[in-house]
């Protein structure tokens, strides 16, 4: 079965770095869209990062020139550096795989506390 496993997360203070990884099995991941989601208590889950297969990305606004997205099809895992963190950036993040009209697939999640 589809299993997306997320680590990486934590309590960091604001300015600082965390890399979150998520390593996939169960899909042909090299052909895989990968990406990364967050939700803040109260808030609806929002695209952060996503990488296609070709390796084309795209970043929410928010996070424009402070996160990385990157894949590694070797190791069937997908990563999110977050530098300049900041307290706004405290959420769940979440792993998501699609292929197409395919239904995606999810992680079960991390969590990312930044104090100010």
């Known amino acids: 079965q589809v299993q997306l496993v997320e680590s990486g997360g934590g309590l960091v203070q604001a300015g600082g770095s965390l890399r979150l990884s998520c390593a996939a099995s169960?899909?042909?991941?090299?052909?895989?869209?990968m990406g990364w989601y967050r939700q803040a208590p109260g808030k609806q889950r929002e695209l952060v990062a996503s990488?296609?297969?070709?390796?084309?990305?795209n970043y929410a606004d928010s996070v424009k020139g402070r996160f990385t997205i990157s894949r590694d099809n070797t190791n069937n895992t997908v990563y999110l550096q977050m530098n300049s963190l900041k307290p706004e950036d405290t959420a769940v993040y979440y792993c998501?795989?699609?292929?197409?009209?395919?239904?995606?697939?999810w992680g079960q999640g991390t969590q990312v506390t930044v104090s100010s």
């Open positions: 998501n795989s699609r292929l197409g009209s395919s239904p995606a697939y």
């Open positions: 990488i296609t297969s070709g390796r084309n990305t």
């Open positions: 169960g899909i042909i991941f090299s052909i895989n869209t």
